[in-house]
């Protein structure tokens, strides 16, 4: 008995600050190497984030110093909206304090960690406060104040605090925020490193100039990066949208059951998750026996499992995804061209899709080609919601993926078919998702999921095919290209020759080249037009064989919000989203014809190669014949996108909302309004294997 209360006397109470301290390899701070990292990290990401809230175009500079011993200055400074005074404290100085961990939406951050993870870093190896600076746009002056971290409190103490102008380079700095701060680390070049994060920053964040300058205990450069904007197109707002029944635990239930205002289950079911209807809340109840007047709040454990049981059984409608914000194919391509020289870049962002009630979205970009290493293996850059994953690759979903691929038949070298495949090419894996679930706190590598694998995987065969197709083109193009110039080399000299001796005229040689050379052959060329600001992609077919031929010819362009096809004089028809389509019906042996078109709403260098298909008999040398199975899956993908669209705009209730607000009592109705429309996306492979009484639009019952 006097042990049990000696024992007990002993136990303290440890704060999360404490808990942090004692575990800092749990944030990233486990080595000095990664320290820097870490600490440039969280920075970087909290001003594009601050940036993009307030759709700021960022401009970010990250500076490092070498000062005494084995320390390192760290200074991060950007454009952004800067923090209001009375705010800065709890930013920098309190754990798990932050505004997005109860969001459902794509963020970068969601604990309210990571910048006081550098404050208590700092202080902890070299006693040293941090230093800021923030200026908002409506005060004067601009707020100066060092801080540091009561651990036992969890709580910032400030000290120095003052008001200022603030003043860089003899310029007024309008509004922004600057930290400084002194910690143990060691600075280092190579894959891993502060120059290769903002690198891979620069990449997915296309929209961003962020600047590096790394000097010695001298003051002299030794590392520098700058890495331009390549778009003023932020990206898309994302909205915050209900946890989806397919998501939630018994205890997550049982907390929103209790803090529930609703009066009625039913109400409760509809008015608190995404995708669940009048139609469908009353099928969960009666599947779980509960009374739809039932209140929330008096729901027992063994009812609210069977609650949880029902979610499972009953056909819901998948969760909203405007959530998510990808980066997009287009964007994709600058942030790659950014920071990698290559010849050749496709990219794909698949729809979006849904894990255990969690939104998710895959990218993926390959480049191929240009000063990229051929002897090695591949470069991998893998992000998750635009933030770069550095360590544990191996231990990576993404990673496993990509593995999971033979790219051997896609043109790389991979032997044996097992990890990373050689050649000079770079793939991006992108993961955004309302809910990435990391192998650890330090979020370095992505957790299994098997609908995250998947998707993953059909996004890597559809970049592996636009591979194989670019270098397939690239050969028979070349190969033909040396046959037809040594045929129009040496045929004409030999004729020249013999006609001399012969005393006769040059024979017309088109037929004899023609039946040598026995081949379709297309080249297309992609130009800028200074004066109208426009691309124009040029299409020439040449029918080298001896009969008349008949093709269909399509060409994928980079259709979006703004981008149009303004000259086409040939017309023909759109195929879908991106693929224009020209019907050449007569092509006579040697004769050729052209298409030409004109594309609006992109800068100079936005769009560099074209991929062309075709249909008809034969082969075509430099296109590719056309997959109509993709086709009609991207015709289906089209047609989901437009209902999308056109649900979400929609300001009518539907016939079984009207049901459903007859059927609520007038004091409810007045309490907790209705709205007016719900937005509905299905998971891809719902569109191919369409339920029981569910449309191709993945609507119930064709009713909503």
Same mark, same amino acid.
Request: include cysteine.
């Given at each position: ?154 709580? /910032? &103490?400030?000290?120095?605090?003052? +008001? @200022?102008?603030?003043? %860089?380079?003899? *310029?007024?700095? #309008? ?32 929209? /961003? &100039?962020?600047?590096?300058?790394? +000097? @010695?205990?001298?003051? %002299?450069?030794? *590392?520098?990066? #700058? ?32 803090? /529930? ?444």
């Amino acid at each position: 008995m006097v042990d049990a209360e000696k024992i007990a006397s002993k136990q303290k109470q440890i704060s999360i600050s404490e808990f942090f301290e004692k575990n800092k390899h749990f944030l990233g701070f486990d080595t000095p190497q990664r320290a820097i990292i870490t600490a440039v990290k969280e920075a970087v990401d909290n001003s594009l984030d601050a940036c993009e809230e307030t759709r700021i175009l960022p401009e970010i500079k990250v500076e490092i110093n070498r000062v005494a011993g084995d320390s390192l200055e760290l200074i991060c400074q950007d454009n952004g909206p800067g923090i209001p005074r009375d705010s800065i404290e709890n930013v920098f100085g309190k754990f798990l304090l932050g505004s997005r961990f109860h969001a459902i939406r794509q963020t970068r951050g969601q604990q309210g960690i990571g910048i006081t993870g550098v404050v208590m870093y700092s202080q902890l190896t070299t006693g040293s406060k941090t230093s800021v600076v923030s200026k908002i746009e409506s005060d004067s002056t601009a707020v100066y104040v060092d801080l540091g971290l009561d651990t036992r409190k969890n709580k /910032a &103490t400030k000290s120095g605090e003052r +008001r @200022d102008t603030w003043f %860089e380079n003899g *310029e007024e700095i #309008n509004h922004g925020l600057k930290i400084r701060t002194v910690m143990k680390a060691k600075y280092q070049r190579g894959r891993r490193s502060v120059h290769q994060y903002l690198r891979m920053t620069s990449i997915v964040n296309p929209h /961003a &100039t962020i600047k590096l300058i790394v +000097r @010695d205990k001298e003051g %002299e450069i030794i *590392e520098q990066g #700058n890495w331009i904007r390549t778009t003023d197109r932020l990206p898309r707002v994302v909205k915050e949208i209900k946890p989806h029944p397919h998501g939630i635990q018994l205890g997550q239930l049982q907390r929103m059951l209790k803090e /529930a205002d609703e009066r009625k289950l039913t109400s409760f079911l509809r008015h608190n998750f995404s995708g669940v209807s009048q139609r469908a809340a009353r099928e969960i109840l009666i599947t779980s026996g509960l009374e739809e007047s039932r209140t929330p709040a008096r729901v027992k454990t063994d009812e609210a499992q069977s609650i949880i049981t029902a979610f499972q059984m009953v056909k819901l409608l998948a969760p909203p995804t405007d959530c998510l914000s990808p980066i997009e194919e287009m964007l994709i391509k600058k942030g790659l061209s950014k920071a990698i020289d290559s010849r050749f870049a496709s990219t794909v962002t698949r729809l979006p899709t849904v894990s255990q009630g969690n939104p998710f979205q895959i990218e993926v970009g390959l480049v191929f080609g240009g000063d990229l290493q051929a002897d090695g293996p591949i470069e991998v850059l893998r992000f998750a919601n635009r933030v770069p994953l550095m360590y544990q690759q191996g231990g990576c979903l993404l990673t496993k993926a990509l593995e999971s691929v033979n790219w051997k038949q896609y043109g790389l070298d991979h032997p044996g078919g097992k990890g990373l495949p050689k050649g000079p090419a770079a793939v991006l894996i992108h993961l955004a998702s309302t809910n990435v679930q990391f192998t650890s706190e330090a979020k370095e590598a992505v957790a299994d999921n098997e609908e995250v694998y998947e998707e993953i995987r059909k996004a890597m065969l559809e970049v592996g095919r636009g591979l194989r197709n670019h270098l397939k083109k690239s050969s028979q193009r070349k190969k033909a290209q040396e046959k037809f110039d040594l045929i129009n080399i040496i045929l004409p000299e030999i004729s020249k020759k013999t006609s001399q001796l012969l005393g006769r005229e040059e024979p017309d040689l088109s037929p004899v080249i023609t039946k040598i050379m026995n081949a379709v052959f297309l080249e297309d060329e992609i130009s800028w037009n200074k004066e109208n600001k426009t691309t124009v992609c040029s299409i020439t077919i040449y029918n080298y064989t001896a009969r008349a031929r008949a093709y269909t010819i399509l060409a994928k362009w980079p259709e979006a919000d703004g981008i149009f096809i303004t000259d086409n004089p040939r017309g023909g028809r759109k195929e879908t989203t991106g693929l224009w389509n020209w019907r050449l019906d007569t092509l006579d042996p040697g004769q050729s014809a052209e298409i030409r078109f004109s594309v609006s709403g992109l800068s100079k260098g936005d769009w560099t190669e074209a991929d062309i298909f075709f249909r008809g008999n034969g082969e075509i040398i430099g296109a590719t014949r056309i997959d109509e199975k993709l086709l009609d899956e991207m015709r289906k993908m089209d047609a989901l996108a437009a209902a999308e669209a056109e649900h979400s705009e929609s300001t009518g209730s539907s016939i079984e909302h009207l049901a459903e607000r007859i059927s609520e009592s007038v004091e409810e109705i007045h309490r907790e309004p209705s709205t007016s429309s719900e937005i509905i996306d299905v998971p891809e492979k719902e569109i191919f294997e369409p339920a029981p009484n569910t449309d191709w639009f993945g609507m119930e019952g064709g009713s909503e």
